[in-house]
Nanobody, 124 residues
Framework: QVQLVESGGASVQAGGSLRLSCAVS????????MAWFRQAPGKEREGVAR????????FYADSVKGRFTISRDSAKNSIYLQMNNLKPEDTAVYYC?????????????????WGQGTQVTVSS
């Protein structure tokens, strides 16, 4: 059974930084497409960043490019999202997701395994 558990969400001021973590069990992050999504109140869930399976090809949404970095630690079977220069519009629940099992399409890959989400709040 695949499980994804996010952590690291917090309330910060604009310009600050946070690092989100996603610990995975039941599958190997090294061999899967992994992604971060977010959902702000009243808005649809959107893809933020993706790391490809078996290689470190990265993709970012335009809204976070240059500020966010996705990474993977296969030894810890975890992925991370380093978020710098945070803005109030980054406020959302952030979800870790794994490719497979149908689900939400993001940059050519469907993500059907999800964590429970972690809240990020950025104040001005």
């Amino acid at each position: 059974q695949v499980q994804l558990v996010e952590s690291g969400g917090a309330s910060v001021q604009a310009g600050g930084s946070l690092r989100l973590s996603c610990a995975v069990s039941g599958a190997s992050v090294g061999s899967k497409f992994m992604a971060w999504f977010r959902q702000a109140p009243g808005k649809e869930r959107e893809g933020v960043a993706r790391i490809a399976a078996n290689r470190d090809h990265l993709f970012y949404a335009d809204s976070v490019k240059g500020r966010f970095t996705i990474s993977r630690d296969s030894a810890k079977n975890s992925i991370y999202l380093q978020m710098n220069n945070l803005k109030p519009e980054d406020t959302a629940v952030y979800y870790c997701a794994m490719g497979g099992n149908g689900g939400t399409l993001f940059f050519g890959v469907r993500y059907g395994y999800w964590g429970q989400g972690t809240q990020v709040t950025v104040s001005s």
